[in-house]
């Protein structure tokens, strides 16, 4: 008996840690069109160049080719509104494709991004591989030549757990500032259960409006650092928002954690000070507010063991991922 429930349990590990993840053949080889500008109106994949760097600070960082998948609505239009989709720490992943599909039939094209082919990841579960900056930095290359394109208007930007690191950061004129000079501004940003261990200046020049849906019970990247952020930096003009979700926790909308998953090695990051919070410095780069930087892997992993403790329980909750399916879409058609 104990031999078989170890084996579900193998199995099941298995399911949630590669079944779930998309065909991680690298679509981007020295034959693939590296694509400067697009003008199609169909569904493909599209390589383009972008740096391969941990922060902000791109000095003698080297370039990448990234890979995206590019998806139009059915139904075709004079102008449209464009969302680009960055996974966290998992990967691309199955349950991705519900949203890229409730975009499209709301009439949005998609640009959803996979950060790791290019970069020989599958999947991190050091969460220090590259940071969530690695994700901004490839995200604001895919605005840059989404914004090339003749029919499209508003961008928006939505990202999970690692993944939603950008789109908080990119709320913050002074970290724009350091990308193309700020020269590319995403019309909105959404985080999804997001790592929110990032602050600024209170007095901080704020871009686009913001969303953080973050959940109640989340152990992995606990809501109380995104409820940080929205007391410190929300203002009369409603410029970010949060949505807190009863009972959600990390994964909340991932169908493959239907019966919940307990890791006793993940880190719980609940721990806040000026050690464990982060910021960007003037020249790009990431540090504590402890001024202890962050510069690759290594040092990412020693602060991740020093701002944490072991165990989290992750687990799928099919109302918090309706309320934010409904909350997405409400939000981007007010953009």
């Known amino acids: 008996m104990f031999k078989t429930t170890k084996l579900i349990w193998i199995l099941l590990v298995t399911i949630f840690i590669s079944g779930c993840t998309s065909n991680k053949i690298n679509p981007c080889d020295s034959s693939s069109k590296i694509y400067k500008t697009i003008n199609t109106e ?45 996974h966290g720490s998992g990967g691309v992943r199955k349950y991705h494709k519900a949203y890229v599909e409730l975009l499209n039939k709301n009439g949005y094209v998609v640009f959803q991004l996979d950060h790791y082919k290019a970069r020989n990841i599958r999947y991190d579960k050091t969460f220090s591989k590259v940071s969530g900056i690695t994700f901004m930095n490839d995200s604001y290359k895919a605005l840059k030549l989404i914004k090339s394109h003749p029919k499209i208007n508003k961008v928006s930007y939505i990202g999970w757990s690692q993944g939603g690191v950008g789109p908080i950061l990119s709320h913050f004129k002074r970290v724009t500032d350091l990308i193309d000079d700020g020269r590319y501004i995403f019309d909105s940003s959404v985080a999804i259960y997001p790592y929110c261990g990032f602050t600024f200046d209170k007095d901080s020049v704020l871009n686009n409006p913001l969303l953080m849906l973050t959940g109640r019970d989340d152990d992995l990247t606990p809501e109380r650092a995104c409820i940080n952020i929205y007391e410190k930096f929300n203002r009369d003009d409603n410029n970010i928002n949060l949505i807190s979700l009863e009972g959600a926790r990390h994964g909340y909308d991932n169908p493959f954690l239907f019966f919940g998953f ?61 309320i934010t399916f409904e909350e997405i879409i409400k939000f981007l058609k007010k953009i």
């Open 42 to 86: 169909s569904n493909q994949q599209i390589c383009f160049e972008s740096v391969d760097s941990y922060d902000l600070n791109y000095s003698g960082k080297p370039n990448i080719i990234i890979y995206g998948n590019l998806s139009f609505p059915k139904i075709k239009k004079d102008k449209y509104d464009a969302v680009i989709l960055s």
């Open 262 to 322: 307990e890791f006793e090695n993940y880190p719980s990051l609940h721990i806040i000070n000026d050690d464990c919070t982060l910021t960007v410095s003037n020249r790009g780069e990431i540090m504590s507010l402890s001024n202890q930087k962050i510069t690759g892997p290594k040092e990412s992993a020693a602060k991740l063991s020093e701002c944490s403790t072991n165990g989290v329980y992750v687990k799928y909750s099919p109302h918090a991922t309706e």
